[in-house]
């Protein structure tokens, strides 16, 4: 049986290269432990912009949140920069599949926008997919951008068909249904860490779409977050948490694996027993013969968007 893992762990938040290492000592544990698959939370790489809901950054041209802005613009990370390099790297030496939450800095156009993404890297093949979240949720969208259906895609990870959502586009009934109906038997659902956002959501997906569903959730304390962050004086610090977690696992009967946990850093492990979710479809496919393709009919468009396309003549020889 496959043993899939969800990373609970903070960022060094906002130094990806650090964040990096970290991850890599966590891959190593994870070997250790005979993982196949590892993910962690959204954007844990190099970190969620939790400070939205603490500072008032809906304030119009506010000069310390345009600071804090950039400074998560120049941390996030590239598609073809090499921390994207090293996790293929890792994942082929450590024969580990990896779902990784990045902030992802737009390409070309889009150069000065963060997009919510999540990476699958398999150990062979390397990345596999770059997911931007669909719609960011209230306050993220200040320094989030909007994705597109380009990583609606489900890709076989350790002999499973896994699919990844970000957050809440978890509740988005089309974009599951979309990868129910491109095979899905595993939910890699990526959390910023808070046990409310597992807790209810992790059984209903499996339940719903008879998969098995892994959700990682992050952690974040009130003293990993560096002297000189530009709104550190903002912050409250009546907690001792800013994300608490909540990583669990359920299987397709809704069964938990392994309840949301809370506060504590390490490894959440489950095995997966892909038989379970051909038995749990005897009474429910919902893509399949518990549908009404006849009067439903759900159409994604997976193509790559971009705001600016050049379409240039061929040069005229001289």
């Given at each position: 049986?496959?043993?899939?893992?969800?990373?609970?762990?903070?960022?060094?938040?906002?130094?990806?290269?650090?964040?990096l290492e970290r991850l890599l000592e966590w891959v190593e544990r994870a070997t250790d432990e005979g993982v196949e698959l590892l993910a962690c939370g959204e954007t844990y790489l190099p970190?969620?912009?939790?400070?939205?809901?603490?500072?008032?950054?809906?304030?119009?041209?506010?000069?310390?949140?345009?600071?804090?802005?950039?400074?998560?613009?120049?941390?996030?990370?590239?598609?073809?920069?090499?921390?994207?390099?090293?996790?293929?790297?890792?994942?082929?030496?450590?024969?580990?599949?990896?779902?990784?939450?990045?902030?992802?800095?737009?390409?070309?156009?889009?150069?000065?926008?963060?997009?919510?993404?999540?990476?699958?890297?398999?150990?062979?093949?390397?990345?596999?997919?770059?997911?931007?979240?669909?719609?960011?949720?209230?306050?993220?969208?200040?320094?989030?951008?909007?994705?597109?259906?380009?990583?609606?895609?489900?890709?076989?990870?350790?002999?499973?068909?896994?699919?990844?959502?970000?957050?809440?586009?978890?509740?988005?009934?089309?974009?599951?249904?979309?990868?129910?109906?491109?095979?899905?038997?595993?939910?890699?659902?990526?959390?910023?860490?808070?046990?409310?956002?597992?807790?209810?959501?992790?059984?209903?997906?499996?339940?719903?779409?008879?998969?098995?569903?892994?959700?990682?959730?992050?952690?974040?304390?009130?003293?990993?977050?560096?002297?000189?962050?530009?709104?550190?004086?903002?912050?409250?610090?009546?907690?001792?948490?800013?994300?608490?977690?909540?990583?669990?696992?359920?299987?397709?009967?809704?069964?938990?694996?392994?309840?949301?946990?809370?506060?504590?850093?390490?490894?959440?492990?489950?095995?997966?027993?892909?038989?379970?979710?051909?038995?749990?479809?005897?009474?429910?496919?919902?893509?399949?013969?518990?549908?009404?393709?006849?009067?439903?009919?759900?159409?994604?468009?997976?193509?790559?968007?971009?705001?600016?396309?050049?379409?240039?003549?061929?040069?005229?020889?001289?």
């Amino acid at each position: 049986m496959p043993r899939v893992a969800a990373l609970q762990d903070a960022p060094v938040f906002l130094d990806r290269r650090a964040t990096l290492e970290r991850l890599l000592e966590w891959v190593e544990r994870a070997t250790d432990e005979g993982v196949e698959l590892l993910a962690c939370g959204e954007t844990y790489l190099p970190g969620y912009p939790f400070w939205l809901s603490h500072t008032g950054a809906a304030a119009f041209d506010e000069p310390t949140q345009k600071e804090a802005y950039r400074r998560y613009l120049e941390a996030a990370v590239r598609l073809d920069g090499p921390e994207i390099r090293e996790l293929e790297v890792v994942s082929r030496s450590s024969r580990i599949a990896l779902v990784v939450g990045i902030a992802e800095r737009g390409p070309g156009p889009a150069s000065g926008s963060v997009f919510c993404s999540a990476v699958t890297i398999d150990p062979d093949r390397g990345v596999l997919a770059a997911h931007r979240k669909l719609m960011p949720t209230y306050e993220e969208r200040l320094v989030w951008a909007p994705g597109d259906g380009h990583g609606l895609r489900v890709h076989t990870l350790c002999g499973l068909r896994v699919g990844v959502l970000n957050c809440w586009e978890n509740w988005m009934p089309q974009a599951r249904h979309a990868l129910y109906g491109d095979g899905e038997e595993l939910r890699v659902a990526l959390w910023p860490g808070a046990v409310r956002n597992t807790v209810d959501i992790t059984r209903f997906i499996a339940l719903e779409g008879r998969v098995f569903v892994l959700s990682a959730g992050g952690l974040l304390a009130v003293d990993d977050v560096p002297d000189d962050f530009p709104l550190r004086d903002r912050l409250p610090v009546d907690r001792t948490w800013y994300h608490n977690g909540g990583s669990c696992v359920a299987a397709p009967d809704g069964r938990w694996l392994v309840e949301p946990v809370a506060q504590t850093k390490g490894l959440i492990v489950a095995d997966i027993d892909p038989r379970l979710v051909s038995r749990e479809r005897q009474n429910f496919d919902c893509t399949g013969h518990y549908s009404r393709p006849d009067v439903f009919d759900v159409r994604v468009d997976r193509r790559r968007r971009q705001s600016v396309t050049f379409l240039d003549e061929d040069a005229l020889p001289e």
